[in-house]
């Protein structure tokens, strides 16, 4: 190689020091660019297939060609075993709760039972152990007093709570019995494809410590209704600010969910994201990574505060103006691709809605979501809708800074800027997530 | 203003194979001159089309209309310098008034005007920011006020102007370079070799490590949250938060100019250096001329000095500050709280005046001389002010900064571990910004040493480390939204 590439040196200054040829300067870029995407062929693909509907530019198609051509160089060396577990190496690196936050949101490494504040529930109070919502979520955690301080939602994105001796969170009085679909899976390059025929389990870190104190328990028994999911439950949560926030509810909800038996769960959030704006942060091709890197069984979605504006393309293209039927077509099928995603990896969908905000013009625009949000998760055989609204909003579904606890005191509910939950409240519906969880997942403790 | 983290920006896959490609043709149509610079336009219009092609066509009307300007600026046609030139200039800023700031103007007449009970229903217009467009509008601006002034001797032909408006390593985040330092280069068809290889390979090494595994993940885990709930965080969260960003907009801003110097430095042209240690600065006129250095001194050239600079007293001097650095704040965004930043730094400034005028330059607040204490002193406060300063950067309004300072201010205490890569990460940092000049000297004569071979192998070695460490999706670089 020192033969090939000719580096003159100067007799300039020290600030010089060598010249070279063009062509030295031209191979070795190529050859780190060349090695890069062969190393990383994977990623590659991942990044560079997943970008706004399919159209690709001239680099990009030159960028997988490359990439799918080191793929099936390493699949006929034999050496594809290597970067599998090489990639796993790094997965499980930047997974590692003590390292890295991985793809959970906020911090994570907590060890089970510590409390974030004074405020926040026991780990005690946590969802009781029987399955029958109907009874139980009435006082698991949704905050309403032994006095009858029920809410009553009159938002017409959801449907009216019934007022007595029924649970507040038993909303789904039309809700059908969700069999777990059995679809064929959409098809990757082929390289890619080719690639993860090799089980390629998920990062041998666990993601949660306190998942790992859980796994060295028994099994669980089997699911008492054969519709139910059994464990183990790989659980993906990902959404806006709700997800990512600590405090918010993605952090509650996580920690909950890992009081029950064989589940894990991987929590991705990001601030200020959403559906609409794919220019700002591409949801789209982030699932779709997600989904292939933990291949979850169980998925939970929370979309919708932040896209209350235009729908937009990858690259920054109006694709519908906000408000208007063109806007809610091109919102539906953003939401439909997010679920197809995961119902192609056979995983249920559980797509939660939002809750009403201080702003009254918000609120009203994240109503018309959260029936968006509805319709088209009701349209999935494998997708369920969860409506957060009523658990966080007065007796008469309106905006309140505060909500009672269990104890019938009031207490503060939302942040200072009358969207994002309080501890508490974040524990609040988490429970009453996970009550409704629970009627399509063996969830034990 | 949203940004884009899709598209052909620097750290992507689909650039590096763009730019091998256009390296190896740059340096091979260089024997054949006007080629090669049909190929530096094309290709500079390739890589913008490659986000909106209607953007492109923004690009290419103001390049032609400025050109125009330009032109019977040079000629002096009709007697009229001074009109173009400010006709020329309202136009251009007008342009970026209408895409940066209309929606800010609709909002706040509505709301003015709500207020008064009149009910006004301005069109939405829904505008997309072309990217790169303060930049390049900026470019365009400082060529022509150049050449009002007597500073290009010789007029550069269209094709010249719409490359030097278009070039691909500084069209979408700068450095903001100057019509007589580029064209000169592109007369002289660019450098015959590569002049500082290792030092060009080393910055886009350091532009990528510093986007990728520094900036990236204290934005996605720290500073994103923090800013975004302070009041649900640990009043520590809050401290490292603001100290981290203080990192992050310096590796996410330098890191873009880092990897954009070397790009063009490996086809053979010079751009100008846009940071130089900002935060070792011991004041905050230091810190201004070491930070962003291609836009402050555009600020300082065409808005400062023509205001009348220091030449007009004291009192003159310091409004004169105080409207430069809130047209900067204006620059970056017409919320609230860019605003309040410039503005605040222009209070920095002036109250830097006005100590140096009292003690008559002997202060401890200077580059050189005093105590060591002194000098630490300075530092640290120096430090601490542009911190502050850019709080009310990042936040969603001054609201949101005042929470953040009482939450620093007014401990919380609140069990929230914190893993130790951030630690790691910010301690890293620190000792980047202390050390940079002297880690990318070492390592520009470590690799003189190696055998060439071995060089490769750890560029590329190198190279791939630093994707692998990175997260899976890449937040968009800052200044991409400005």
């Not at chain 1, 529930?121 to 399955?131: H, N």
């Not at chain 2, 290792?198 to 996605?220: A, D, E, P």
Request: a positive charge.
């Amino acid at each position: 190689m020192a033969e090939v590439i000719k580096i003159e040196i100067s007799n300039g200054s020290k600030n010089q020091g060598r010249k070279a040829g063009p062509a030295a300067a031209v191979f070795v870029f190529f050859l780190i660019a060349a090695s890069v995407i062969f190393y990383d062929s994977r990623k590659v693909l991942l990044w560079e297939t997943q970008r706004e509907n399919g159209k690709q530019t001239l680099f990009q198609k030159g960028a997988i060609a490359a990439a799918e051509t080191s793929e099936k160089i390493k699949n006929r060396a034999g050496i594809s075993g290597f970067f599998e577990k090489e990639n796993e190496f790094w997965a499980g690196l930047k997974e590692s709760p003590e390292f890295f936050s991985g793809t959970r949101g906020q911090y994570s490494g907590l060890a089970a039972g510590s409390d974030w504040d004074s405020q926040a529930v026991p780990k005690g109070e946590a969802p009781s152990d029987d399955l029958d919502a109907g009874e139980n979520a009435e006082t698991a955690g949704t905050g309403n007093s032994a006095g009858n301080e029920k809410t009553v939602s009159k938002d017409p994105a959801e449907p009216a709570l019934p007022e007595n001796g029924e649970s507040a969170t038993d909303i789904r009085a039309e809700a059908k019995t969700v069999p777990i679909a059995i679809k064929e899976e959409k098809p990757l390059p082929e390289a890619l494809a080719t690639a993860t025929t090799t089980p390629a389990p998920v990062a041998a870190a666990p993601t949660s410590t306190r998942s790992l104190a859980r796994k060295e328990e028994k099994p669980a028994k089997p699911p008492e209704s054969p519709e139910k999911l059994a464990p183990p439950l790989k659980i993906l949560i990902i959404g806006d600010s709700f997800v990512a926030v600590g405090g918010g509810l993605g952090d509650p909800l996580e920690r909950t969910l890992l009081n029950y038996r064989g589940v894990t769960v991987a929590r991705k959030g990001r601030v200020s994201s959403g559906l609409a704006r794919q220019d700002y942060f591409n949801w789209h091709s982030t699932a779709l990574a997600l989904a292939e890197q933990h291949n979850p069984n169980v998925a939970i979605l929370m979309f919708g505060s932040n896209d209350t504006q235009a729908v937009t393309a990858a690259n920054g293209g109006i694709v519908a103006g906000y408000g208007g039927k063109n806007w809610d077509r091109e919102y539906k099928k953003r939401l439909a691709e997010m679920i197809d995603i995961f119902e192609r990896k056979k995983a249920k969908v559980f797509v939660l809605g939002l809750p009403c905000m201080r702003n009254a013009n918000l609120s009203a625009q994240i109503a018309h979501i959260n029936e968006l949000i509805k319709s088209e998760a009701l349209a999935h055989k494998n997708a369920e809708f969860i409506p957060v609204w009523n658990l966080v909003s007065d007796k008469n579904g309106n905006y309140t800074d505060y909500l009672p606890d269990a104890g019938g005191r009031k207490k503060l509910a939302r942040t200072a800027d009358g969207v994002h939950f309080q501890y508490f409240t974040g524990y609040l519906v988490s429970s009453a997530i996970i009550d409704e969880l629970g009627k399509t997942l063996f969830l034990k403790k | 203003m949203e940004t884009r983290n899709e598209s052909m920006i620097f750290p992507t896959f689909e650039f590096f194979a763009f730019f091998a490609v256009a390296l190896a043709l740059n340096w091979f149509l260089k024997r054949w001159p006007l080629a090669w610079r049909l190929f530096l336009l094309i290709a500079s219009y390739y890589f913008y089309s490659v986000w909106d092609v209607r953007l492109l066509l923004v690009l290419f009307f103001l390049s032609l209309f400025n050109f125009a300007s330009g032109y019977a600026i040079f000629r002096n046609y009709l007697q009229e310098r001074k009109f173009i030139l400010i006709l020329t200039v309202v136009c251009d800023l007008g342009t970026l008034a209408v895409f940066k700031y209309y929606d800010f103007f609709r909002q706040s007449a509505e709301s003015l005007l709500g207020r008064l009970g009149f009910f006004a229903d301005m069109p939405l217009l829904e505008i997309i920011l072309p990217i790169g467009l303060s930049f390049y509008l900026f470019k365009i601006i400082s060529f022509v006020a150049d050449v009002y002034l007597g500073k290009i001797e010789s007029y550069p032909g269209f094709l010249d102007f719409a490359i030097y408006v278009s070039f691909f390593p500084q069209l979408l985040s700068g450095p903001i370079s100057r019509g007589r330092e580029f064209f000169p280069q592109l007369a002289a068809g660019g450098a015959e070799k590569i002049d500082r290889p290792y030092y060009y390979f080393t910055l886009i090494m350091l532009g990528l490590f510093k986007k990728i595994c520094l900036s990236s993940y204290l934005v996605l885990n720290l500073t994103d949250d923090a800013f975004a709930v302070p009041g649900n965080h640990s009043s520590l969260i809050i401290l490292m938060a603001v100290f981290a960003y203080s990192l992050v907009i310096y590796f996410d801003l330098s890191s873009y100019s880092d990897m954009a110097i070397g790009f063009a430095g490996l086809m053979g042209f010079r751009l100008p250096a846009n940071f130089d240690a900002p935060y070792l600065a011991r004041n905050i006129q230091d810190f201004w001329r070491r930070w962003h250095i291609s836009l402050s001194a555009w600020i300082r050239d065409y808005i400062y000095i023509p205001l009348g600079g220091n030449r007009k007293g004291e009192a003159r001097k310091c409004a004169n500050l105080m409207i430069a650095m809130i047209v900067m704040g204006l620059w970056h965004g017409s919320a609230g709280h860019y605003l309040f930043w410039g503005g605040f730094q222009g209070l920095g400034l002036a109250a830097h005046q006005a100590y140096r005028t009292r003690t008559r330059g002997k202060m401890i607040f200077g580059r050189s001389g005093g105590s060591r204490i002194g000098k630490t002193a300075a530092w640290l406060l120096t430090f601490l002010f542009i911190t502050a300063g850019w709080v009310f950067f990042r936040s969603e309004s001054v609201a949101d900064a005042f929470t953040i300072f009482s939450r620093v201010i007014h401990p919380v205490s609140v069990s929230e571990p914190v893993q130790l890569y951030l630690f790691l990460a910010i301690g890293t940092g620190f000792l980047l910004l202390a050390f940079e000049k002297q880690i990318i000297d070492n390592l520009c004569r470590l690799q003189e040493r190696l055998p060439v071979s071995v060089w490769c192998f750890l560029l590329s070695a190198l190279a791939i480390s630093i994707f692998k460490l990175g997260p899976d999706t890449l937040p968009a670089f800052i200044y991409f939204s400005f």
